[in-house]
């Protein structure tokens, strides 16, 4: 039973209205009974249309993160559980937790550590100091050193951008994307030169082989709640978010990530993607993120207790106790996935034990996300005909 008097801020610095991990924190501690607020891109976005949901608060003072949670938390008026649902609130929150930590509940996170994690390059680096298994990675800063990585890895490759959260939405550049072409390098290699962009040997998937990790770790870096999701199919395909996932039981995941959060001291909610080699039958790292994954509702037990409920939880003083794993439990995000698998899709989205939109007991969010989608396509649609 989740503690009713301590209050929940979901904190969002990302602009992407169609965040459905934001929600799926909404409604989670909603449906407990938790007073839930939020700090996010707009109080005119989907997530901010759910029953579950206190209040949206305008940002303060623009996008000055501490100030305006110092704010916030004055309005709340009570000491509030923080959680970070992408990569620059996770670095913020763990930089500034001293100036934070007298009006809200998070983990007392080393300081530096979400920022090493999120940064693509740091991440290599840390991996292969710690003999972590990572595709080969390149620090590409001009034409020769891609033409080398290109020489060295082969094509397809993967492009990364090393810090996502800092780049400019309308460039039209994706975090990660797939390079099938040298022709494709033309549109990535004139934003090389302002900030770091890798390029790292593609590790061929398939059916069965990506993979992600969600978990939640104590003051002594020991899970408390974690599971192992297995990438059904995913947006962009083969180097997006999980559109439809399934939790299989897998102990090579859950033991790599438990393993690296000690190692690190890792504290507070840990979501990591890898993909298996086949050919070499190895988990290769391929991203490790400072906060709460999209998707991670995926990962609810029998009992109903997630990895949001366990950070109130724990966050709050109290032990959360964890029922039956629900293995074979599915989760698909309706408006990616139609994108992804187009009628294929229907069958996934019919049988999912959870939609990351569409709730009976809080319908509005979906049809705000449906009419966004429908929008957004049909403006796409008249700008290629002009």
């Known amino acids: 039973m989740l503690d009713r008097t301590v209050p929940a801020l979901v904190l969002r610095l990302d602009s992407n209205m169609f965040h459905h991990g934001t929600l799926g924190a909404i409604r989670s501690l909603g449906r407990a009974g938790v007073e839930v607020h939020a700090l996010i891109g707009s109080d005119d976005e989907p997530a901010a249309r759910s029953r579950y949901l206190t209040r949206v608060h305008p940002w303060p003072h623009e996008r000055d993160v501490v100030r305006s949670l ?15 649902m992408d990569d620059a609130s996770a670095i913020a929150v763990a930089e500034h937790a001293d100036e934070l930590a007298p009006y809200y509940l998070l983990p007392r996170q080393e300081p530096r550590l979400p920022r090493v994690l999120a940064d693509k390059r740091l991440l290599a680096e840390l991996c292969a100091e710690l003999g972590i298994p990572q595709p080969q990675t390149r620090l590409i800063r001009d034409e020769r050193d891609a ?15 090393a810090q996502p959260w800092l780049l ?36 061929p998937g398939g059916q069965g082989c990506d993979w992600f990790y969600h978990g939640y770790f104590d003051e002594h870096s020991q899970s408390l709640y974690d599971g192992a999701g297995r990438k059904e199919r995913s947006y962009p395909r083969g180097a997006g978010l999980t559109t439809y996932g399934r939790w299989v039981r897998n102990p090579a995941v859950e033991d790599m990530a438990r393993a690296l959060a000690e190692k690190l001291g890792y504290r507070g909610v840990l979501d990591i993607d890898f993909r298996h080699d086949p050919a070499e039958d190895v988990y290769h790292l391929l991203d490790c993120n400072p906060r709460l994954g999209a998707q991670f509702r995926l990962f609810t037990d029998a009992d109903g207790l997630d990895l949001v409920r366990v950070a109130h939880l724990h966050l709050s003083g109290h032990r959360p106790s964890r029922g039956p794993a629900a293995y074979g439990r599915t989760y698909v995000v309706e408006n990616y996935e139609l994108f992804t698998a187009g009628p294929l899709a229907l069958p996934a989205l019919a049988m999912a034990d959870e939609l990351a939109w569409m709730a009976p007991d809080d319908p509005r969010p979906f049809a705000a996300m449906a009419t966004r989608t429908i929008r957004r396509g049909l403006a796409r649609i008249t700008r290629s005909g002009d």
Do not use: C, M
């Open 147 to 161: 033409d080398d990585a290109v020489a060295a890895f082969g094509l397809p490759l993967v492009a990364k951008w």
């Open 168 to 203: 400019p939405s309308g460039l039209g550049l994706r975090n990660t994307s797939l390079v099938h072409h040298p022709r494709d390098l033309a549109r990535l290699l004139p934003h090389a030169s302002d900030r770091d962009l890798l390029f790292q040997r593609y590790v």
């Open 70 to 84: 110092l704010q916030v938390a004055d309005d709340i008026g009570r000491r509030a559980v923080l959680l970070a």
